[in-house]
């Protein structure tokens, strides 16, 4: 059954609720993890690390079998499953006192969180269209934004309490996306629903063209993880304090607030997606290469802001962007390979960045980080620039029909 146009902009606002929540719940508390169990307890914080470690590749990694759930029984059905999942995981973690405890809450609320995040952008690509996907992306980045601000200052307030109210705090914000999944989401399925567990995989790995789009985003996150890693360590040596980390975050978080969704609609009709993704990527690149050659905090703080405005550029094109190029037969196996780009450039970012900086401070190489995050930025973008894209990719959304007797289904908004 078709879908109407107010059913399918009803299941994306939604989403947008769904999206507060769900990030609300996630940076209340665990921003707070480490805080706790190390200061609060005690514990090493090295078992701590190892425990956020063993989560953060649970759910990377079991996102390729969540891509291929996806296509097989459904999106909606999954997505209820993680996100009551993501809510016992959080709320065990309140009377984890022991390292097996601990490890195994993060581990459930990992599970949790593999199993509802390919579902939740398969739904988003179902129910918006190629020319209005970039737009609602950056609207719903708008509202992780907001979500991202606001939970971790409700999770220190909480915390004068008690650690168990920010754990069922956070628990209690999957459980209302649990029922606005339930009540308002719209139950769409994939091309492939009728095809076997993992067929998905056979179209995917033979498709060059999104295998290396796929790579070239890797260069990308390796890039954008910097604003983690590299330069705060960077601000705190200028600065000789962790204040200015607190300035610099406010100044990546409230432009991306303020300018990503009036900039995503001001350069849409002028610039392909592409090319929007290319100035995005070129701009954080060319950023991070001035970093070293910066004497002083305002300075690096200009480009700090250089860097923000190209990942507000870059975070929904690049979404848009992997969307039409996937096929939509396996759209949910597609989103499920896609987020091997986070997984292997943002922890090659991490590790590799950490390192460079060590490396440079050791041997008296200031540039050496700064000229690698540039080359593989810049290659990155060259890379997007040169790959070769068909004509405007059909909306996902309309190879379902052909395969939708007796499912509801999203048509093309």
Known sequence: MELSMAERQRGLRALLGFTFF?????????????VHFVNTLGWAAVTVGLALAVRQLTQQGLALVAGSLTDRIGARQLLCGGVLLRAVGFASLAWANTIPSLFTALVVSALGGALFEVPYQASIAM?????????YYALSNLVSGVATTLGPLIGVWLLRFD????????????????????????????????????????????????????????????VAVQINISLPIMVERLTGSSDGVGVMFALNAGMTVCLQY????????????????????????????????VGSFSLLLGCVGFFA??????????????VALADSQALGTYLGVSSLALAIGGGLGNGVGGWLIDLAAAHALPLLPWIVFAVVGLVSAIGLVLLPLPKPALNPAAAIEAHSEGETTAAPA
């Open 262 to 293: 009036p900039m995503i609609r001001l350069l849409e009709p002028r610039l392909s997606t592409r090319a929007i993704l290319v100035i995005g990527v070129g701009l954080m690149a060319l950023s991070l290469g001035a970093v070293g050659l």
């Open 127 to 135: 129910l918006t269209t190629d020319e209005s996907r970039p737009r």
């Open 309 to 322: 405005f190209g990942s507000l550029l870059t975070r929904p094109t690049q979404q848009s962007l992997t």
């Open 163 to 222: 650690f168990q109210w920010v754990c069922l705090s956070a628990a209690a914000c999957f459980l209302v996306t649990f029922v606005i999944a339930v009540l308002v989401l719209p139950a769409v399925r994939t091309a492939n629903s009728s095809k076997k567990l993992g067929a998905g995989y056979a179209l995917v790995f033979r498709d060059r063209r999104f295998l290396a789009l796929t790579a070239l985003l890797m260069g990308y996150w390796f």
């Open 22 to 34: 769900m990030v609300s719940g996630f940076t209340l508390v665990m921003p707070l993890v480490a």
